[in-house]
């Protein structure tokens, strides 16, 4: 079965700052999906980005971005300019061909002002 | 487009009872996916109802089941409660259930506590 792996628990960054939270999965499989989702205190999951697996090119929505690396089965997630509301935990979910999502454990992110 | 929708927000139960969760997707959204979430665990998959038919299970015992109507809204039950089962339960629902790339919108969560 597919396993997601998020080994940072919990990270802090200083407001206006960049972090990286780290992502990492095993597969069998060669085409499949990449999410990170964002869970702010006591409020929905919503989805921050997604990655294709078939796509070389790294994933990019304003401040977040991803470095996508399948060979490593690795997908780190990139905050650039850290803002107060980007505190939430985050979670990296894997989708694969029979559309079963599979996520990590969560990195909590606390941004200091 | 209203969101996904789930009730109770909140539930308490005693160990041995029954609960029924229920949720509903976001109009035209078919699947729908039901979570577990924990502390502990992080997010458990718990199972995926598309069209009326479980496509997908997780691993969970015979005690959590769910079903889902022909206006895609579904329902999880969860029989002879154990203390273990205090979780938030999340569902999802994406709009179509083929294998393309599928997001999933999830809702606002059942936070079950048994006692």
């Known amino acids: 079965a597919q396993t997601v792996t998020q080994s940072q628990p919990e990270m802090s960054v200083q407001e206006a700052e960049t972090v990286t939270l780290s992502c990492t999965y095993d597969t069998s499989e060669s085409d499949y999906y990449l999410f990170w989702y964002k869970q702010p205190p006591s409020r929905q999951m919503i989805l921050v980005i997604r990655?294709?697996?078939?796509?070389?090119q790294n994933a990019t929505e304003n401040r977040f971005s991803v470095n996508f690396q399948k060979a490593a089965k690795s997908f780190s997630l990139k905050i650039s300019d850290s803002q107060l509301g980007d505190a939430a935990m985050y979670f990296c979910a894997y989708r694969d061909n029979f559309n079963k999502f599979y996520f990590g454990s969560g990195t909590k992110l606390n941004v200091k002002p | 487009k209203a969101g996904v929708t789930q009730t109770p927000r909140y539930l308490i139960k005693t160990r041995g009872q029954q609960v029924t969760l229920s949720c509903s997707p976001i109009s035209g959204h078919r699947s729908v996916s039901w979570y577990q979430q924990t502390p502990g665990q992080g997010l458990q998959f718990l199972f995926e109802y598309f069209s009326e038919t479980q496509r997908n299970k997780g691993n969970f015992p015979g005690r959590f089941s769910g079903r889902q109507f022909s206006n895609s809204r579904s329902e999880m039950n969860v029989s002879t409660l154990e203390l273990g089962d205090s979780a938030l339960y999340l569902c999802?629902?994406?709009?179509?259930?083929?294998?393309?790339?599928?997001?999933?919108?999830f809702g606002p969560g059942t936070r079950l506590t048994v006692l």
């Open positions: 999802a629902s994406s709009l179509v259930g083929d294998y393309s790339y599928n997001e999933q919108f």
């Open positions: 990655q294709e697996a078939y796509k070389q």
